[in-house]
């Protein structure tokens, strides 16, 4: 109901009254006239609602954080008798607005928003309700649009860190007490080269042979760096504008950050999400990047294992572990406790503090008690 409406009801009512009371012909006729443009506007509003077509779409599926892509709607209607411009309410990233079209007839009408995404994660954008009108304006129609929403996907973006340091050796190719072979894995033999030492020629072998022949081990396959990230809700960012989403944006992109270094160089990187869904990333390749970047972009930060239980549950990784990166907006004594349990149990530890509010005091104790436990500690101020 439109104040318009209410103001022709009014109108119809007064002339019928006076009609009814006068019988003057002129308050009949303009009644008459009253009552056939609320029909005919109710009936074009009721078509136009049934017979109106809504295509919209993007351009790209995804795109990484900062980029733009193009929203496109279309609208087309069978409806043969002229109606108002149709309402678009429509969902956008971060916020919402109305715009109005007129649907072209028998044919497609479009129209195309730029938009730009600046978090990370999956956003819905699109028209997510239709409203219809007739020509005079008395009648107001609403649609919800059944169908989903068209869906970004937005990426996180990546930035140079530090190299990590393996335990024993840097180059992340042994563990602490093992040696460069598996000396009781026999692989298999080969023609002695000048420089191999004796200890290893087959000399059983070498006698059949009339050659000298070497026994060639296994090589232990390089150590994991395990990236444990929060996947809770983070803690922060109050009076900052959007400050959980860039939180949120600066944790995906420092795991990424770290991944992409130790897959450039073919460490095995193990990513494992205990968020509402749990998964896990595993790859040593650079090219199976785009893949981890899908994984963050899923990840909504809400639910999931608590923090401080993942830390306890990764335990049992450490002895494949040569490397472990610690990811978290929270830091307080059960975190400093499970950080420093990891770090006692072999492998190296970074830590990554995810805050607006670096060097703050209430830091500095948990910090200076996982420093005294050799864990390197990084601030990361999200931008």
Request: aromatic residues 8%; contains cysteine.
């Amino acid at each position: 109901m439109t104040l318009r409406l209410w103001a022709a009801l009014s109108v119809l009512a007064l002339n019928g009254l006076s009609a009814l009371s006068l019988g003057g012909p002129v308050f009949y006729f303009i009644s008459w006239m009253i009552i056939m443009m609320l029909a005919y506007g109710l009936l074009s509003a009721l078509l136009a609602r049934r017979l109106t077509t809504l295509v919209q779409g993007l351009d790209n599926p995804q795109v990484d954080r900062g980029g733009k892509a193009r929203l496109t709607v279309g609208l087309s209607t069978k409806n043969p008798l002229p109606s108002g411009a149709v309402l678009m309410e429509l969902t956008l990233p971060e916020s919402s607005m109305h715009t109005r079209m007129y649907p072209g007839f028998l044919g497609m009408k479009q129209v195309a928003f730029t938009l730009q995404f600046n978090h990370v994660g999956v956003w819905p954008c699109g028209v997510q309700q239709l409203v219809f009108t007739d020509v005079f304006g008395l009648f107001r129609l609403s649609r919800k649009v059944k169908t989903d929403l068209p869906r970004m996907l937005v990426l996180p973006r990546g930035f140079e860190v530090d190299p990590l340091a393996f335990a024993h050796l840097d180059e992340g190719r042994a563990l602490p007490n093992r040696s460069g072979e598996d000396v009781t894995s026999p692989e298999d033999t080969r023609a002695y080269r000048l420089g191999d030492p004796f200890k290893r020629i087959h000399w059983k072998l070498s006698t059949r042979a009339q050659e000298l022949v070497v026994r060639r081990f296994e090589v232990p396959a390089p150590p994991d760096t395990l990236i444990l990230m929060d996947c809770t809700e983070p803690i922060g960012g109050e009076g900052h504008p959007d400050g959980k989403l860039h939180l949120r944006d600066t944790l995906c992109e420092t795991a990424l950050a770290i991944a992409s270094m130790q897959m450039a160089a073919e460490h095995p990187v193990r990513l494992p999400l205990y968020g509402a869904v749990q998964s896990e990333f595993h790859a040593n390749r650079a090219g199976l990047i785009h893949l981890l970047k899908e994984e963050l972009a899923y990840q909504f930060f809400r639910g999931g294992e608590p923090f401080d239980r993942v830390l306890n549950l990764e335990l049992r990784r450490m002895r494949r572990t040569g490397a472990t990166v610690v990811i978290t907006t929270r830091l307080d004594a059960t975190v400093a406790e499970g950080v420093n349990r990891i770090r006692k149990s072999g492998p190296n530890v970074r830590f990554y503090l995810i805050t607006f509010e670096a060097g703050h005091a209430r830091y500095a104790p948990y910090i200076a008690q996982m420093q005294q436990h050799l864990v390197e500690v990084n601030y990361v101020t999200p931008a």
